[in-house]
């Protein structure tokens, strides 16, 4: 391969003429960590070759990497070790992906859950996760919900007024439960440079006690022996690359541990959210998951220090940088349209169904052709989805060499909010996905057929003409 012109525009991807192409340094690239391209020319994630894959399971295929994800899962929680002197926690944001397998090897690398509905809930459960490491987030939960976490004894990240009362009264009606663990989740009132539909750390966020309500929420908690305030959690966004916010909520957070104290409340956990944003496009340059973790560490210890506080139990929720950069999205290449000195659209047959997040966030995508991996750049061309929708693009303008139908298109990066966002959208079955592993692939979430889209779906008698 001609390392100067791989076909993504990677320079980083290795040449080679068989599969014993070294592995690539983390952080240097936006495939998995075990990509390789073998002697067919072809890209192979944990050992095994994508062409192979599609051909076997079909596309678009969701491709997990067993590897890159438990090594994001050790690095998150060792940072903790080297960089925080009091006891820590890392509890996966599962709506980043949320189904059996992600649930059960992220809990099996010692990490917690944060779950945010009912379902996650439960498939956090059914996969074996200790319920006391379940975490439950929404800003409107239900009673059912509520339940459920109580019922299996999680700990409720109590999210406003109507909540918290709520549990106070089940608390009250249901005392052979014992006291209900709680955490309280407050708007910090930081900013960062983000999407604003994935900010949630400024005032006006549908997340979170207000600031002013707080002193009433510790004197109305302090009064319900029911409720166990364990500690207090704030969130300021997602795909975040600045360091300074992340920083500046360890003050926030540590103040308003104290006023809980001067409430007679004693808070021995803080729970700073993540955010922490991920390679997408050759261009972004987040910080490392060891930098993130030292500075939300270091801004704790230091605002504790400062307020002679003891150092709390340290929580973090990464979803995006904990399972983002694991996956890839396997299409094959369909139909071509040339609009004259506009633009070639090359199709897939998939989209905003299977990837929501450039119609949502306009969100921006690299993608690699599988089967020719050392080919040239050829042309820029727009990668569009299959979807009855002109937005449902998934790459825009972007060069890539020539493509035919058949061939397989990767888009990586794709682990975090594609396929927990992904949705039936003109009735397309929803895509299945593999685990891979040393050469072995394991079908994780098997995909949908024609039949799982109508078993919902009832027909009235009184439609029914004979
Ligand atoms: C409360 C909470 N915690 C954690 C996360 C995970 O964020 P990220 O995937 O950016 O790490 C989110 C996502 O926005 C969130 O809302």
Known sequence: MNLTEPNCGLKYLPSTSSSQSKPRSPNQELLPLTAKVNSRDCLE??????????????????????????????????????????????????????????????????????????????????AGVSPEKIYLHGNNKSVGELSLAIENNCTIIVDNWLELKTLAQIGLDRPETGPISIMVRLTPGIECHTHEYIRTGHIDSKFGFDPNDMDEVFIFISKQPQLNLTGLHAHIGSQIFELQPHRDLGEVLAEWMKKAGDRGLKITELNVGCGLGIRYTETDDPPSIEEWVKTVSEGVVAACKSRQLPLPKLFSEPG???????????????????????????????????????????????????????????????????????????????????????????????????????????????????????????????????????????????????
């Open 45 to 126: 994630i944990g050992g095994c070759d994508i062409t192979t894959l599609v051909e076997k399971f079909g596309s678009p295929l969701y491709v997990l990497d067993e590897f890159t994800l438990r090594t994001a899962c050790r690095q998150f929680r060792d940072a903790f070790k080297t960089y925080y002197p009091g006891e820590s926690q890392v509890i996966y944001a599962s709506k980043a992906w949320n189904c059996l397998a992600v649930c059960h090897i992220v809990s099996s690398e010692g990490l917690g859950l944060d779950v945010a509905s009912g379902g996650e809930l439960y498939t956090a459960l059914k």
């Open 320 to 466: 995006r940088s904990l399972i983002g950069s694991s996956c890839v999205t396997a299409y094959t290449v369909g139909n071509r349209k040339t609009v004259p000195d506009i633009r070639t659209y090359v199709a897939i047959d998939g989209g905003m169904s299977d990837n929501p997040r450039p119609i949502t966030y306009e969100s921006l995508y690299r993608a690699v052709v599988a089967n020719r991996m050392s080919d040239p750049l050829k042309e820029k061309v727009t990668i569009a989805g299959k979807h009855c929708e002109s937005g449902d693009v998934l790459i825009k303008d972007y060069q890539l060499p020539e493509t035919t139908p058949g061939d397989i298109l990767v888009v990586m990066g794709t682990g975090a909010y594609n396929y927990s966002m992904a949705s039936n959208y003109n009735r397309l079955p929803r895509s299945g996905a593999v685990l891979v592993s040393e050469g072995e692939a394991n079908l994780i979430l098997q995909r949908e057929t024609y039949e799982d889209l109508l078993r919902q779906d009832l027909l009235p008698e009184r439609l029914v003409i004979d």
